[in-house]
Nanobody, 123 residues
């Protein structure tokens, strides 16, 4: 079992950047697919990006493609989400998640979750 803790959220102006981190403990991080989801007030949790076990495959939601970059460091047991060209529609709580299967990108496909970190983009 793996525990996940996100950090790096905050308040940023439109066009700005943030880098989220996800620190893993308690399990073999390199065994898991890593993903980022987000949830805005009144909306369902939505997929943002995912990366496979050895960082050879990535998947992005259309809404963030070209602006966000997912990465991971299995030695440091960490994952990252670089977010550039942020806009108010990106405002949400961002969650790191870990799962065992590649190719599935629904929230129910992931077994382990962090507590979330708030990202707020002002206009």
């Amino acid at each position: 079992q793996v525990q996940l803790v996100e950090s790096g959220g905050g308040l940023v102006q439109t066009g700005g950047s943030l880098r989220l981190s996800c620190a893993a403990s308690g399990g073999r991080f390199s065994f898991y697919v890593m993903a980022w989801f987000r949830q805005a007030p009144g909306k369902e949790r939505e997929f943002v990006a995912a990366m496979d076990w050895n960082a050879s495959l990535t998947k992005y939601a259309d809404s963030v493609k070209g602006r966000f970059t997912i990465s991971r460091d299995n030695v440091r047991r960490s994952g990252f989400l670089q977010m550039d060209s942020l806009n108010p529609d990106d405002t949400a709580v961002y969650y790191c998640a870990a799962g065992e299967r590649w190719g599935v990108f629904g929230a129910t496909d992931y077994d382990y979750w962090g507590q979330g970190t708030q990202v707020t983009v002002s206009s």
